[in-house]
């Protein structure tokens, strides 16, 4: 064998090495989801649809995704909360921290804070032989399930310079379970607000449910993440297919090169008679 076919032979193993590199190299970048080579570009990219951008050059908006969602503000809705108060557990929150200085039975006595029997939409200072503070004589006004919320809160806050020292109930259930045992003891008490209605997202998103309506013009589809990981894999497993062919293509041509050298520079039976 001479050495053109033998450089032919090396040249073609050497081709389809470098393919076998090559498919593998064309992996790492296809596939990789982290790497020096990215920098601190790579690192800002957090969430799952900024990563798709950066490896896959596949865009897409995934509802609800990344750290940067914003979570709903909580929204206190007296109505509600009044609605679903424990009288019983009020009762007992009265009687551990208010009987100190109040009493609430019918006709009872006043002490260091007048009685609260019917206190619940009547008169902000209603016992005449109470002295009640100025700050308190000057808010005005009837107790009403607002004024009552924010002065149990802190009364301090409600009428900057009462004399009532008391620090206020800060934890909403205790609160709100007093005020619906206060209005159990007022025969005369207004019935409790109206819960708050409901968010207009919901009322606008009903009809897109029913009729399956498409987004509006300009305003850009959210896909849910099931999906998103679907058309992430298929066009991962596409590329793959596609880098996979390539080289095997190039493999084969490589060998067959190789095969056709090989065959050239083989003796043929004649002349290895004539040898």
């Not at 393919?19 to 990789?32: E, I, N, P, R, Y």
């Not at 601190?40 to 990344?66: D, I, K, P, R």
């Not at 019935?191 to 897109?208: G, I, K, S, V």
């Not at 991962?236 to 090169?257: F, I, L």
Request: proline share 5%; glycine share 10%.
């Amino acid at each position: 064998m001479g050495e053109l076919g033998l450089n032919k032979i090396l040249g073609a193993l050497l081709a389809t090495a470098l393919g076998l590199f090559g498919l593998k190299t064309l992996s790492d970048v296809v596939f990789a989801h982290g790497g020096e080579g990215h920098g601190e570009e790579h690192a800002e990219a957090t969430s799952l649809s900024e990563q798709m951008c950066e490896n896959f050059a596949y865009c897409v908006e995934v509802a609800g995704g990344g750290a940067a969602a914003v979570e709903e503000e909580e929204v206190f809705d007296l109505g509600a909360l009044l609605a679903a108060a424990d009288v019983s557990r009020g009762e007992r929150t009265f009687k551990g921290q208010c009987t100190t200085c109040h009493t609430i039975d019918d006709g009872g006595a006043n002490g260091t804070g007048p009685n609260l029997h019917g206190v619940v939409g009547a008169d902000k200072h209603v016992h005449p032989g109470f002295n009640y503070s100025a700050a308190l004589t000057e808010v005005g006004g009837s107790w009403t399930y607002e004024d009552l919320n924010h002065w149990l809160e802190n009364p301090g806050a409600f009428a900057r310079g009462t004399s009532m020292s008391f620090a206020g109930l800060r934890k909403d259930p205790d609160r709100i379970n007093v005020i619906a045992y206060l209005a159990s003891q007022s025969p005369n008490a207004p019935p409790f607000p109206d819960p708050l209605p409901a968010a207009e997202e919901d009322d606008a998103a009903a009809p897109a449910e029913d009729g399956a309506e498409a987004p509006a013009e300009g305003e850009e589809a959210t896909a849910p993440v099931e999906d998103v990981v679907e058309a992430v894999e298929d066009a991962a497993d596409a590329t793959q297919e596609t880098v996979t062919e390539v080289v095997t293509e190039e493999a084969d041509t490589a060998m067959d090169s190789a095969e056709e050298a090989f065959d050239e520079e083989a003796p043929t039976p004649t002349e290895e008679e004539g040898e």
